[in-house]
């Protein structure tokens, strides 16, 4: 995508060929800044922190995460260590697991010597890979949303709700949910985008409005809350949003809130997709609300807010009482039976494991 | 209720017998500031400013701004004008016609000199009314808690999630939905509190949050995201929600969002009450969705956020990328059908017509 004229992946090797570069995505929407992860720790932390975010994007990270760890010490020793350090940073979004997984079964067999490159040859082919599969998505879910259109025709415009960020900053480029979006948009069909909030960490006013408006696609902010009203009075066209992990029945573990965003498109007959990308499903899992751990994060990110003062400086202030406990639930299960079908980068499928596993058979990628 | 040990209303008449004073809740819960209301414009202000807010207070404060109006011109002009201009202070609870029409009724029939002192008699009519109806509704509200409590017996708590702030800062005294909460608090139960912050203007971690600390109920403050979440995991025994306006058929306009945890509370069988106050049913209308005005606000409401800065002062900062919309809607409509039953003053009733109409014959108070 491009920012101010210049385009970027949100991750990319460095001129050295080793260091690896990333969009800091803490500092946005207030700065655009790099920043340059040189060790296996900055790769770790920059997970943990959320400087990278996004299931896809965790999983290039991650990859790149190795790559570092090795730079030093190819040993199977440092793999086994690089491999449990990435992957205990974030525990819901499975694409870290895979990625981590590729990257050791490409690693393990060769001799030490070759792992550095091939580490940095198989984390470029995990980036490229997402762009196309994101590309993919783009290209299945056009149609969808030009039949949409089509069946509209009102001189207005198609709505469309999205939660959270599932867009190029989510992934390496082009992003999973805004990918379809992105492609109508280019292709002339009057779409705008309804934002959620996304509370705590607020990713959806936060990113994906400012890809939206580096894009120039229409769309407005709206608080998590508004979606179900805009929904009873037929203000939502669909809803497309992404996934952090995919189970083999088609149960979607999303950020916090999706769940109750699919309830609401159920009650009034909203069309809800899911853009799936493979390597966000995981095969040994079928019941999303029983088996996929949720992660908690720091109360600090519902209590303290971080933005702009009208002098332009950036300050974090506390919204809430001192004394109030405060819980902080990062992702939500919605269950299949709320899921109009999936967009992935082979087509669309029902949301259930016979749509899985007609497309996929099983295998992911 | 009582503040850090003296007890206070919401609002209540000043040393001079003429003034009113309030506690600005605009400046919660980073300062305890109380404000005086001397004109009618300045009860207007206090109502579209919500330094009052909460349909019940909001009925009060206006019928102390009929009686500001009066001062010094009890005409009948100029309560048309008093009634004209607080009404339109905001579109969607009910309580402010209803208490507007009762400050009319009571007055136009008099000469113009007794009018004055017929309005404060009236005034403090209403807010002991609103005081005795919460109560009552504490006390309907308690046996349905207890029963939950000894059915469910756990070690633990009993878990009950409510939206948005229906304490005793959305009323006078008490509040309605927390009103049965602080009464099962108050007789032993062991209550534990979701309290959903409820964006954009966060009542929950605002006012809610800091309500529960003073009166030393245990609770959690969570993201509007996250109901949905722990109703799938058990984790919420009962939604207890208040009603900016309640149609003849049932249907609750409540603060944007409440709608959602109805339906999550529906798709996981978790009881969904809502504490009803007599005024706060429209007679005049059966469906909610297609009939209630709902309230758009100011746009800054969602992009700004007001908070305390690590060195205590309390700061404006903008959360949100310039350039980018916000539409911001203030309550939305949960259909009967979702409604477990409303705790009235009167007991407890079906979220019907039937169940109303044999509760209170088609008459509010």
Redesign the interface.
């Given at each position: 995508m491009n920012v101010d004229g210049k385009h970027y992946r949100t991750i990319w090797l460095a001129d050295d060929g080793r260091a690896v570069e990333i969009i800091d995505q803490t500092k946005?929407?207030h700065a655009f800044v790099t920043a340059r992860l040189a060790t296996l720790e900055d790769a770790a932390r920059a997970i943990t922190d959320m400087q990278v975010r996004g299931a896809p994007l965790i999983g290039a990270a991650a990859a790149y995460g190795i790559c570092l760890a090795l730079r030093d010490d190819p040993s199977d020793d440092r793999l086994a260590e690089a491999y449990d350090l990435l992957h205990a940073t974030r525990p819901t979004g499975i694409n870290l697991r895979w990625a981590l997984d590729e990257m050791r079964s490409t690693l393990t067999p060769l001799p030490p010597d070759q792992r550095l490159a091939a580490a940095y040859r198989r984390a470029a082919e995990i980036c490229d890979q997402d762009v196309a599969i994101n590309q993919a998505i783009g290209e299945h879910g056009l149609p969808l949303i030009r039949e949409l259109w089509q069946k509209k025709r009102r001189p207005d415009c198609l709505n469309i709700l999205t939660h959270c960020n599932a867009g190029w900053l989510a992934t390496v480029d082009w992003g999973t949910a805004l990918a379809p979006i992105y492609k109508a948009h280019d292709a002339g069909i009057p779409v705008h985008v309804?934002?959620d909030?996304?509370?705590?960490r607020?990713q959806g006013?936060?990113l994906t409005?400012?890809e939206?408006?580096h894009h120039g696609v229409p769309?407005?902010?709206?608080?998590?809350?508004?979606?179900?009203?805009?929904m009873?009075?037929r203000r939502v066209d669909l809803c497309l949003v992404g996934t952090d992990r995919t189970t083999a029945q088609g149960d979607v573990c999303n950020?916090?809130?999706t769940?109750?965003?699919a309830?609401?498109a159920h009650?009034n007959h909203v069309p809800f997709y899911v853009a799936l990308p493979s390597p966000s499903i995981d095969w040994t899992i079928e019941d999303g609300?029983a088996d996929i751990p949720?992660e908690q994060r720091d109360p600090a990110e519902?209590?303290?807010?971080?933005?702009?003062?009208?002098s332009g400086d950036?300050?974090?202030?506390?919204?809430?009482?001192p004394?109030?406990?405060?819980?902080?639930?990062a992702?939500?299960?919605t269950p299949a039976r709320y899921i109009t079908a999936f967009i992935t980068e082979k087509g669309v499928c029902p949301a259930s494991r016979e749509g899985l596993r007609g497309l996929f058979g099983g295998r992911s990628c």
């Open positions: 946005l929407p309804w934002v909030e996304t509370r705590p607020s006013a936060r409005a400012w939206l408006n769309h407005t902010i709206i608080a998590d809350n508004v979606g179900g009203h805009l009873q009075h950020k916090i809130g769940y109750l965003k309830l609401a009650d609300i949720i519902m209590t303290d807010i971080t933005g702009r003062t009208a950036v300050v974090t202030v506390t919204l809430t009482p004394g109030s406990p405060v819980a902080n639930y992702f939500d299960v």
